[in-house]
């Protein structure tokens, strides 16, 4: 006969839906261990779907009773990886609860709600034919807030808890927040949704904290790899994660997406000046000044010139679908590999505003926190192949978008200005294009208004 107050005391929680048709997720980190106390919202241990690295924090309080699965153990989606006690020392007798997953009968109440899954931080839950009453005072939030605040206040079985609301922000800004001592309660959030971003966070700093300075480069280095035993004559790597979401991605678009790649060679001796003059702007401070944000910036003007160009092949329907919006992939290399987040609604964005983004975008790659979130969505990208002194290349196209922009090393040549041969600073811009949707001559103006702004940046302000 089952202990029904056994069962109620000690719960379990179980490795969410991801949402996005991703079945497993693989333990990277425990942050806690047997004995621990933990309490609703913290996080309890770091995961990795075929996306990204993401936090998972637990939605109810009590003591850690039991770690179910080690770390670098691959967990399917809905096995229970954590035990908790939620009512320590309330009954000696029950302290012994069963360690094996299916020795613990959950309680009949503690059923999901069909329709209703826990998810990953960043995903969204799938659709439902069922209505959820909305929660108080969240009326007027929009869709996107939606999956941060179920997931708040899922418990560990599914069923919906009713907390307090809690401010919504990603876990690296909550760390942030923590490293400073700031209370997110009290900080006005600017992001989509009511989201607390970092600089939220900075802003609510007395005195306000600077910002971090980061290295010259989009893509964070990867670590070196691990030394080959001597004797060694080949070595194995699993390809799982990040990795085998990369090689699938890659194929797939290559062999969908008819690709066709240009070329061109500019002038961008104005643009280094620029960018020399904008570290020195004060509107500027605490942000990152380098040539990729004029870069960044060139092309969402040329983009807003050529709106062709910013829209997505649906196969299924047999249409071109035209964004009136554009999502800005940055390509990142990391130390799980390489990802695109984008910047949403980009081209809203001021310059301060784009610089201020791509910052948060490099810290958050650079300590692998990006969410799957931040990859959905793109609709042009942008890669920096001259961060490792390349001259260009020809990029694949990122699924689900219609170009990609690969910027090559800046270097001082010999270039013919003004009718003489003299020292410029020069690049290779290289445009590959999805050809289903953009023909020769509208991705050949594409590239051309590109190499024209950085050629001459005054044409940021004439052409904006």
């Not at 309080?61 to 770390?71: A, K, M, N, Q, S």
């Not at 760390?175 to 939220?200: F, H, N, Q, S």
């Not at 060694?232 to 799982?240: D, G, H, M, S």
């Not at 009718?419 to 290289?430: D, E, F, I, S, W």
Request: proline letters at 9%.
């Amino acid at each position: 006969m089952t202990d029904t107050s056994n069962a109620a005391r000690f719960r379990e929680f179980k490795m969410p839906d991801v949402g996005e048709g991703l079945t497993e997720a693989e333990i990277l980190k425990w942050y806690v261990q047997p004995g621990d106390t933990v309490t609703d919202g913290q996080v309890v241990c770091e995961v990795e779907t075929a996306k990204a690295a993401v936090e998972l924090p637990i939605p109810f309080d009590g003591v850690v009773h039991e770690l179910r699965f080690p770390e670098g153990t691959t967990v399917d989606v809905g096995q229970v990886i954590i035990a908790v006690d939620v009512a320590p020392g309330s009954d000696p007798g029950a302290a012994s609860a069963p360690s094996e997953p299916e020795a613990a009968a959950p309680a009949p109440e503690a059923e999901a709600p069909k329709g209703r899954q826990p998810v990953l931080v960043g995903y969204g839950v799938a659709e439902s034919s069922t209505k959820r009453r909305a929660r108080k005072g969240a009326e007027t939030a929009p869709p996107a807030a939606a999956p941060a605040a179920v997931q708040a206040e899922l418990n560990g079985q599914g069923t919906a808890a009713v907390p307090e609301a809690r401010p919504l922000a990603k876990p690296p800004v909550r760390k942030l927040a923590k490293d400073l001592g700031i209370d997110l309660a009290t900080v006005t959030p600017t992001g989509v949704g009511g989201v607390i971003t970092r600089e939220d966070v900075h802003a609510a700093a007395t005195p306000a904290e600077p910002v971090a300075p980061s290295a010259p480069s989009v893509e964070p280095a990867v670590p070196a790899a691990e030394p080959v035993p001597a004797g060694a004559r080949e070595t194995r790597i699993p390809v799982k994660g990040v990795r085998k979401a990369i090689a699938q991605a890659m194929v797939g678009s290559a062999f969908t997406a008819p690709h066709v790649t240009e070329f061109v060679t500019v002038d961008v001796t104005r643009t280094m000046k620029l960018v020399a003059e904008l570290k020195e702007d004060k509107d500027m401070a605490g942000v990152r000044v380098n040539p990729l944000l004029v870069i960044a910036k060139a092309l969402l003007v040329a983009i807003k010139r050529n709106p062709g160009v910013n829209a997505v092949w649906d196969e299924a329907n047999q249409e071109i679908v035209q964004k009136h919006y554009v999502n800005l992939g940055i390509a990142a290399a990391t130390p799980r590999g390489l990802i695109v987040p984008n910047i949403k609604d980009a081209h809203d964005q001021t310059l301060p505003q784009l610089a201020a983004s791509l910052g948060e975008l490099v810290a958050t790659a650079r300590d692998g926190k990006t969410s799957p979130a931040a990859m959905a969505g793109g609709t042009v990208t942008i890669t920096n192949v001259g961060v490792f002194g390349v001259d260009t290349g020809t990029p694949i196209i990122n699924p689900g978008e219609s170009a990609i922009l690969a910027v090559g090393a800046i270097k001082l040549q010999p270039w013919v200005h003004k009718g003489k041969v003299k020292p410029r600073q020069v690049t290779t811009l290289a445009l590959s294009f999805d050809h289903r949707l953009i023909d020769g001559e509208l991705g050949s103006k594409f590239l051309a208004d590109i190499a024209a702004i950085l050629e001459q940046p005054k044409r940021l302000i004439t052409w904006a």
